[in-house]
């Protein structure tokens, strides 16, 4: 079992910019990350993946915009955002699967609003 824990979800303005964190109650080297969002009256979609080994990945709306990265020794992975837009307004969550199991965080705010 990993419990994930997100954090850095705010309120801000457009063109602004936001870290979050997800940071795993394990080790989380051996697992694919990634963050996926749901925004108001949408599915969860994926935002941007780290596999333990191998490329990233970015849905095509976050891409130039958005970097995801991991501190495998922190047990925590990062999702820098920057020139933030309202349709960025969601739910973020992370996810760590692998080994057939799935975890989920219960998720951080993020608003983007003037």
């Known amino acids: 079992q990993v419990q994930l824990v997100e954090s850095g979800g705010d309120l801000v303005q457009p063109g602004g910019s936001l870290r979050l964190s997800c940071t795993a109650s394990k080790s989380i080297s051996v697992y694919h990350m990634a963050w996926y969002r749901q925004g108001p009256g949408k599915q969860r979609e994926l935002v941007a993946a780290i596999p333990s080994v191998g490329s990233l990945g970015y849905t095509d709306s976050v891409k130039g915009r958005c970097t995801i990265s991991r501190d495998n020794a922190k047990n925590t992975v990062y999702l820098q955002m920057n020139s933030l837009k309202p349709e960025d307004t969601a739910v973020y969550y992370c996810?760590?699967?692998?080994?057939?199991?799935?975890?989920w965080g219960q998720g951080t705010r993020v608003t983007i609003s003037s």
């Open positions: 996810q760590a699967s692998g080994f057939g199991f799935e975890y």
